[in-house]
């Protein structure tokens, strides 16, 4: 694969971390990106993970082997358009927007159909943008492939392999299946999460008691809705059938435990979470989705000065990074008074095992 050739037009999060997961599978292949901001160019070629940055009308386009478009989803069909007759014979174009129905239907109507394989990557963080790309996001991840039925074969195949290769599992679904299961796994839960923090808003008391209470399962169901407004409008707008669709089912469903609690139904309340908790539980525990797992534990320390510093100082002589630490004031789900989260699992075994060795009492945290 050395001499392969891969363009990205847009470098957001999801761009920004395939393209550096490319750079690091594929050392030798070519990058080229365009992006809104100089900067982001810039920064891309600075830190060696592009080649060079181009125009839209660039000859460039041309080599490249695959194309990435990974704008926000609402400016993808604008950009098909205006690239079209840059692109060359061997080009094959993918996308990593979560709605794949609009992009297909401007797919169709250029007459690319033999040259698109749909792309997303369903990997994400409550951050955006280039600077915060990783490729450590796309280990384990689930990369849908949304490929036309006129794609040759064997250029599904290779973009398969490459998506194994840069650490995520491929999956192939048509664009209309992949658009309702995004709509149920991922689109609903971001409305539901946003309604249910505005609700709390609301709601709370001038001295906003809810807000300074807030932890614990409040906190773990609704961190989603600290993702990018932006995207969030434009996928509402774009897959807005299917989420129109689910949305009525769950306002329904949310209709009928609220006649069984005020209708004190104990045995209905009870199977309506107990099937929740069992379907739950059959889940995989691979961090395969755009809700990403939280590496977390949590600690008993002495409320004493230093005592924080101590355990910071102590992980940070082991070389382990912290991505969050603070202290645990609502403490109705967990135990332990300071709550510490990692970016990667092998980080908090380490911290487990070296804090454990000091005498720390740890409280581990599943928040898959």
Avoid at 209 to 218: D, E, L, N, Q, S
Avoid at 246 to 267: T, V
Wanted: charged share 20%.
């Amino acid at each position: 694969m050395s001499g392969i050739t891969f363009g990205f037009i847009g470098l957001g999060l999801i761009g920004g971390s395939i393209a550096k997961a490319l750079r690091a599978v594929y050392p030798d292949c070519r990058i080229y990106v365009n992006t809104r901001s100089q900067a982001t160019s810039d920064a891309a070629v600075s830190d060696h993970t592009a080649d060079k940055a181009i125009g839209l009308n660039d000859a460039a386009l041309a080599e490249c082997d695959y194309l990435f478009l990974c704008a926000p989803v609402e400016n993808n069909n604008a950009l098909l358009s205006e690239i079209v007759p840059y692109i060359g014979d061997k080009t094959v174009i993918s996308d990593v927007g979560s709605v794949k129905s609009p992009i297909l239907a401007e797919v169709i109507k250029l007459g690319l159909e033999s040259r698109f394989i749909g792309g997303h990557p369903m990997a994400g963080s409550e951050r955006y943008g280039y600077a915060n790309s990783d490729p450590s996001i796309l280990e384990n991840a689930y990369y849908i492939l949304a490929p036309t039925d006129t794609v040759a074969r064997d250029r599904v195949d290779e973009l398969h392999g490459i998506v194994e290769a840069i650490g995520a599992i491929p999956l192939i679904l048509d664009a209309a299946s992949h658009d309702y299961v995004t709509g149920a796994i991922s689109h609903l839960p971001h409305v539901i999460s946003a309604a249910l923090v505005n609700l709390v808003h609301d709601e709370d008391s001038p001295d906003a008691i809810m807000k300074t209470v807030a932890a614990g399962g409040f906190k773990d169901i609704t961190r989603i809705s600290s993702s990018s407004p932006d995207i969030w409008q434009q996928i509402c707008m774009t897959n807005k059938t299917n989420i129109v669709v689910l949305l009525d089912k769950y306002i329904e469903s949310l209709k009928s435990i609220r006649g069984q609690i005020d209708n004190d139904s104990e045995a209905n309340i009870h199977d309506f979470f107990e099937h929740a908790r069992d379907y739950r539980e059959s889940f995989t525990s691979v961090n395969a989705g755009p809700i990403k797992t939280q590496y977390v534990i949590t600690v008993d320390i002495a409320d004493e000065p230093g005592s924080i510093a101590a355990i910071a100082g102590l992980l940070s002589e082991h070389d382990i990074n912290i991505k969050n630490i603070g202290i645990n004031h609502n403490r109705e789900f967990a135990e332990g008074a300071l709550r510490i989260e990692f970016y990667k699992k092998e980080h908090t075994d380490s911290a487990i095992r070296i804090m454990k060795d000091h005498g720390y009492s740890i409280h581990s945290k599943d928040d898959n």
